[in-house]
């Protein structure tokens, strides 16, 4: 995916009660679920007792004795690859989406972004005019790509796939000033690849070598849509070409390394540091000025440079017209969509067959460069109280809170460093549920008749709106996500947590669920993602979003060696025979999850006052929190699906995100683990961080 012009929320200061011994947790937020006023969606608390497998010990394996009568006897459905709490939400907010749409379009007193949003989705699924057209909505791409005579030509193909959504092993997209946030700086970095990973490319297992030659298998059958007959030969051809560019491009694991990847270059420097490309053409088709970038990974994209300057421009040309009918499959005639599913739905990830048409349309609908924040202002009207809101910004700073205690009893941090990490918490800015101030589509111009037409507006639209932004300051107003979307997220340069209002639903936030569980579930997701301010990436900013160091070199050595260790703990975990997590590339996430669930457990205990908490259907508080933890992480995935998320995701697979409890000493004595249980941990060997 392309990187485009990010404008999120504003960011703001403000004092909080970090550092202080006797502070308690807001009243209200201690009694949201404490004090519910009616039935928890999830059992009788918030939590689904008859998932778990009681005959497996919780100490052996949580995630199966938390989910294991689950997912023992759940079938995946044929258009799914993974299936979870998180999926089940994310059906729950597309249906929702979708009676949306359907209300829009049954009626004709349409406003203007009513209007969008019923003449979008009608394109979508106008089948019979889409397979009609078959490939002649990208013909104007690959005639531009037949006319390429050399690598000027080449270079300016390059720099227009904003637009034509092809590839290219030199990206461009625009980004935020590491160095000062209030500034928008292009980023340059490889890309280029068909398949997952650079890993796909390179190893020599059995299980690689199969997925390599059912690629060009796939890469012929899409040339052909393109006029190119017996392309077998083109196709081997294309690997080889891609296998290069993964032989050239640096593994996830270092390209996650905020050190490395802050390069900045003025633009004047640029062809002097990074010579044999046509720069200034290049920067050319995208309409930024660029007065200075930041090239990401300078060793690859010199290694890009060589092969745009090596490979024959015909391959160069069939590996363009692959990708351009490749990514946009999706928009063109089914024959062709089912060519691409064959190879990426059901080889690639496994899915047995494809979404339905409306779910497509609706995914297509949802983003923030698509009409995602039309639609997600209906969406909020109807579906997400306000009462919510305020319940989370009130569990927000109950967890911001319990991390700044827990920041002033860590033994391994010293005075000086805990003064900018207590800054820089107490900078953190939430944002819940939806954008203060509405994406604008003033000007924007679609067709019921014509899909890939409005594609192509939508990408000229915010595309513009990039551009015309790119010398301001930045804009805090707008938001990464659209309401709708189920996830959250954490933006480094302007310090900010974000929770769209989708994700704020049981399993996550239930305002009639019991305490533990909430804590459990939302408490730790915030705490997660403020976990994010202080993982070995994002601790790497200081609280105004500017990359700086603010660790006394002690203190860093101290976190590094515990970030190193946790690591190895994860890299220990193996889903697929000789396939295991990689415990360094997703260190940010489980440094987040362990941080997290830590801040959530003593922001929980801070809610009961010093009171017992009750016993529900026979569990404790503890074990109602921790069982809650563990079921927000219930999920199951092919092992395709496995495979794609072991090698190119930033996060380890859910069942072991579930086991970030055994990191904590309450959870081994809510569960009577002891030693010999398969999952315990010696103490000197769990990983406390936050």
């Not at 079938?75 to 209300?103: C, N």
């Not at 078959?134 to 005579?149: C, E, F, R, Y």
């Not at 200075?292 to 300057?309: C, G, H, R, T």
Request: aromatic share 12%; proline share 4%; net charge negative.
């Amino acid at each position: 995916m392309k990187k485009s012009l990010i404008a999120l929320a504003l960011a703001s200061s403000f004092l909080s009660a970090c550092g202080t011994s006797d502070v308690k947790v807001t009243n209200e937020a201690a009694e949201v679920t404490a004090q519910a006023k009616g039935a928890a969606e999830l059992g009788s608390f918030g939590v689904d007792l008859s998932a778990r497998n009681e005959a497996v010990k919780p100490g052996d394996d949580f995630f199966m004795y938390a989910s294991g009568t689950w997912y023992d006897n759940f079938d995946m459905p044929a258009d799914k690859t993974r299936y979870g709490a998180f999926t089940a939400l994310a059906e729950r907010s597309e249906t929702q989406v979708k009676e949306i749409i359907d209300d829009i379009t049954s009626r004709n007193d349409l406003n203007a972004e009513e209007q969008l949003i019923a003449d979008f989705y009608n394109a979508y699924m106008d089948t019979n005019t889409i397979n009609k057209l078959g490939v002649s909505p990208i013909q104007a791409t690959l005639d531009s790509i037949n006319n390429i005579n050399n690598t000027d030509d080449l270079t300016k193909v390059f720099g227009q796939t904003w637009l034509t959504d092809a590839a290219s092993p030199i990206y461009g997209g625009m980004w935020f000033n590491r160095i000062n946030p209030d500034q928008y700086e292009m980023s340059i970095g490889a890309g280029g690849l068909g398949l997952p990973d650079r890993s796909y490319y390179l190893e020599d297992s059995e299980r690689f070598i199969n997925i390599r030659k059912a690629y060009v298998e796939h890469i012929t059958a899409m040339l052909a849509f393109t006029g190119i007959k017996d392309g077998s030969a083109r196709a081997e051809a294309i690997l080889a070409l891609e296998t290069k560019i993964a032989e050239g491009q640096w593994p996830r694991e270092k390209r996650r390394n905020r050190d490395l990847t802050l390069n900045q270059v003025k633009r004047a420097d640029l062809a002097a540091q990074y010579p044999g490309f046509n720069w200034d053409l290049f920067i050319e088709q995208t309409g930024y000025q660029v007065p200075q970038l930041n090239i990401s990974q300078p060793e690859p994209v010199k290694a890009m440079i060589a092969l745009i300057n090596q490979q024959p421009l015909n391959v160069w040309q069939d590996y363009l017209k692959f990708h351009t009918i490749s990514n946009n499959a999706e928009l063109l005639s089914e024959d062709i969509y089912n060519t691409s599913f064959a190879f990426y739905g059901k080889e690639l990830s496994g899915q047995e067959e494809p979404k339905p048409r409306w779910k497509r349309a609706v995914a297509e609908m949802s983003g923030t460069q698509s009409l995602g924040f039309a639609i997600g202002k209906v969406y909020v009207a109807r579906y997400f109280p306000e009462s919510s809101k305020q319940q989370m910004a009130e569990l927000v700073e109950n967890l911001r809170t319990s991390l700044g205690q827990r920041i002033d009893g860590l033994d391994w941090m010293s005075a000086e460093t805990k003064v900018n990490a207590h800054a820089k918490l107490a900078a953190f800015k939430p944002k819940i549920g939806y954008p203060d101030v509405w994406q604008q589509f003033d000007g924007l111009s679609l067709t019921s008749k014509d899909l890939v037409a409005n594609i192509h507006n939508l990408r000229q639209y915010f595309h513009a709106d990039s551009v015309a932004k790119e010398l301001q300051k930045t804009d805090r107003n707008r938001w990464g996500m659209t309401p709708q979307f189920v996830n959250a997220y954490y933006n480094s340069s302007f310090n900010e947590i974000v929770f769209p209002a989708a994700i704020l639903q049981p399993p996550f936030f239930d305002p009639n669920a019991d305490a533990a569980v909430n804590y459990g579930g939302i408490g730790a997701v915030i705490g997660h993602e403020m976990g994010h301010g202080f993982d070995d990436q994002g601790s790497k900013s200081d609280a105004n979003g500017i990359q700086r160091n603010w660790w006394t070199d002690s203190d860093r050595a101290a976190f590094d060696a515990k970030a190193d260790q946790l690591a190895a703990q994860y890299s220990l975990y193996e889903p697929i025979p000789e396939n295991f997590v990689n415990g360094r590339n997703s260190l940010g996430e489980n440094i987040g999850d362990v941080g997290g669930l830590a801040m959530a457990y003593n922001a929980y205990q801070l809610s009961l006052n010093g009171k017992d908490a009750p016993i529900i259907d026979g569990l404790t508080g503890d074990q109602r929190f921790f069982l809650a933890w563990a079921q927000v992480w219930k999920e199951k995935r092919t092992e395709q699906s496995m495979l794609s998320q072991l090698r190119a995701g930033t996060h380890a697979p859910g069942r072991y995100r579930a086991l970030a409890p055994r990191n904590h000493d309450a959870w081994y004595k809510a569960f009577d683990v002891k030693p010999g249980d398969k999952l315990y941990l010696p103490e000197d060997q769990r990983v406390r961080i936050w």
